[in-house]
C-alpha cells in the first residue's frame, strides 16, 4: 500500500520531467568542461537522444535507474503497489530503448547510454565521456561502462 495519498502520490509523479533533468544537466556540464560541444534533444533521431554530436554521429542516452529500469542498480526496483502495472510500464521503458538503440546504430550512429547514478562520481563520468567522444571505443553500437569500472562492453 502507498503510504501517500492518490492525489499526493499524482502531484508528486507529475512533477517528473523528461528533460533538462540534474544528471543530464550534469553530464552537460562534464561535456562543456571538456570542451565538445553538442545539439539538445535530436528530435530527429531515434528515441530523441539528450545529446548529439552530428559531426561525430555519436548520441548520449541520459537515463533514470528507476524509469529505465537500470540492471544491477538498487534505484531501479519495483514498487510494492500496483505491481502488475509498474512491471508492463517499466519493461516497456527498456524494450523502447534497445529498439531506440538499435535504430540509431542502423543509421550509423555509435550510442553511449550515462545512468543516473554514474553521475554521481565526476572523475569517472568525466573520463567516461573523454572516451566514448574520443573515437576509441569504435568496438560497436552501443558502449556501456561495465560494472567493475575497468572496461567497456556491447549491449
Same mark, same amino acid.
Given at each position: 500500500? $502507498?503510504? *501517500?495519498?492518490?492525489?499526493? +502520490?499524482? %502531484? @508528486?509523479?507529475?512533477?517528473?520531467?523528461?528533460?533538462?533533468?540534474? #544528471?543530464?544537466?550534469?553530464?552537460?556540464?562534464?561535456?562543456?568542461?571538456?570542451?565538445?560541444?553538442?545539439?539538445?534533444?535530436?528530435?530527429?533521431?531515434?528515441?530523441?537522444? $539528450?545529446? *548529439?554530436?552530428?559531426?561525430? +554521429?555519436? %548520441? @548520449?542516452?541520459?537515463?533514470?535507474?528507476?524509469?529505465?529500469?537500470? #540492471?544491477?542498480?538498487?534505484?531501479?526496483?519495483?514498487?510494492?503497489?500496483?505491481?502488475?502495472?509498474?512491471?508492463?510500464?517499466?519493461?516497456?521503458?527498456?524494450?523502447?530503448?534497445?529498439?531506440?538503440?538499435?535504430?540509431?546504430?542502423?543509421?550509423?550512429?555509435?550510442?553511449?547510454?550515462?545512468?543516473?547514478?554514474?553521475?554521481?562520481?565526476?572523475?569517472?563520468?568525466?573520463?567516461?565521456?573523454?572516451?566514448?567522444?574520443?573515437?576509441?571505443?569504435?568496438?560497436?553500437?552501443?558502449?556501456?561502462?561495465?560494472?567493475?569500472?575497468?572496461?567497456?562492453?556491447?549491449?
Amino acid at each position: 500500500m $502507498d503510504r *501517500v495519498p492518490q492525489e499526493t +502520490r499524482s %502531484a @508528486i509523479m507529475s512533477k517528473v520531467r523528461g528533460r533538462n533533468t540534474k #544528471p543530464e544537466m550534469l553530464v552537460r556540464s562534464v561535456l562543456h568542461r571538456l570542451g565538445f560541444r553538442f545539439r539538445l534533444h535530436g528530435k530527429n533521431l531515434p528515441g530523441t537522444p $539528450d545529446i *548529439v554530436f552530428p559531426s561525430r +554521429r555519436a %548520441a @548520449i542516452f541520459v537515463h533514470g535507474c528507476f524509469w529505465h529500469q537500470h #540492471p544491477g542498480c538498487r534505484k531501479a526496483s519495483i514498487p510494492e503497489t500496483r505491481r502488475d502495472f509498474w512491471l508492463a510500464k517499466l519493461q516497456r521503458n527498456v524494450d523502447r530503448d534497445a529498439e531506440n538503440v538499435e535504430a540509431l546504430a542502423a543509421e550509423g550512429w555509435k550510442v553511449l547510454t550515462v545512468w543516473e547514478c554514474e553521475t554521481k562520481d565526476m572523475d569517472l563520468l568525466s573520463f567516461k565521456l573523454d572516451k566514448f567522444l574520443s573515437g576509441s571505443t569504435r568496438r560497436g553500437p552501443h558502449l556501456s561502462w561495465d560494472s567493475s569500472y575497468t572496461t567497456w562492453r556491447e549491449d
